[in-house]
């Protein structure tokens, strides 16, 4: 499942726990249940976590976390 990817991904930056809440808000952010999440979600996706990334990793690390989830 695609949300479950992406929170394997989230997990060594951010923790198993922010990483699964923050697949979950953003998901329903771009209209979407975390369930229903396609590949083509995750350009937009990535991009909307893009600001809690940077908060949380700093600007580099988000960029390039938004960069490999809009291809995972």
Avoid: N, W
Avoid at 2 to 14: D, S
Avoid at 46 to 64: D, P
């Amino acid at each position: 499942m695609i949300a479950e990817k992406v929170q394997q991904y989230l997990t060594p930056l951010i923790g198993a726990h922010t990483a699964r809440v923050a697949v979950r808000t953003f998901s329903e952010k771009i209209g979407k249940k975390p369930e229903s999440l396609s590949s083509q979600d995750l350009p937009q996706l990535a991009t909307s976590m893009e600001g809690m990334l940077k908060t949380l990793c700093g600007a580099e690390k988000a960029q390039r976390a938004v960069k490999e989830i809009s291809t995972l």
